[in-house]
């Protein structure tokens, strides 16, 4: 019975705990990971250091872009004529309401959107507004026209704009609906 006993004791599995044996092995704990010899520890004191110089080299790239777009805006504003200056002054004046956006927002989508994502769609108009208009004092330009552009002029910039971007709005068009409606 004594070496049945033995037999049962040596198969039996060893509770698992950190423990050193005759040839120094670590065995770890259970649910621990264990480092490969050699390598270097977690707590580097040299990843603390990168991260604040990663953020001062993006800060100051960030500052350098801004002062080279406010020199780049300065040189361009000093080329305009005075009619592309005005223009340009109300454009940079004048914005689409917020809350405006974000009712048509939510007509469209049947979703409450915040305040960010009005601004941006904001943005994003006005930025197809002003294309739009562009091309309509091209439009009027090209017919001789004089004085405010009118329907007309702005129905030709849409067509012109929908044919040099593809589809324009919805991803379904809208049957029946005209843009700028006499």
């Not at 259970?30 to 270097?40: D, Q, S």
């Not at 305009?80 to 914005?95: D, G, I, L």
């Not at 309509?136 to 552009?149: E, F, I, Y």
């Amino acid at each position: 019975m004594d070496s049945g006993d033995d037999e049962t004791v040596a198969t039996q599995p060893l509770p698992v705990t950190a423990a050193v044996t005759s040839t120094d092995t670590i065995i770890p704990q259970l649910g621990t990971t264990v480092k490969p010899v050699g390598a270097p520890d977690e707590d580097v004191e040299g990843e603390d250091e990168l991260l604040p110089a990663m953020a001062d080299d993006d800060y100051s790239a960030q500052l350098s872009w801004q002062s080279e777009s406010k020199d780049n805006l300065k040189v361009l504003m000093d080329n305009f004529s005075p009619a592309q200056y005005e223009r340009f002054e109300a454009y940079r004046r004048h914005a689409l309401p917020k809350q405006a956006i974000r009712k048509v927002i939510q007509q469209t989508t049947g979703q409450q959107v915040s305040q960010p994502v009005a601004q941006i769609v904001a943005g994003v108009g006005k930025v197809f507004v002003g294309e739009i208009v562009e091309k309509a004092r091209q439009v009027q330009s090209r017919r001789n026209d004089s004085g405010p552009l009118t329907p007309d002029h702005l129905r030709e910039a849409y067509r012109m704009y929908q044919a040099e971007t593809g589809r324009v709005g919805s991803a379904r068009p809208m049957r029946g609906k005209r843009l700028f409606v006499r």
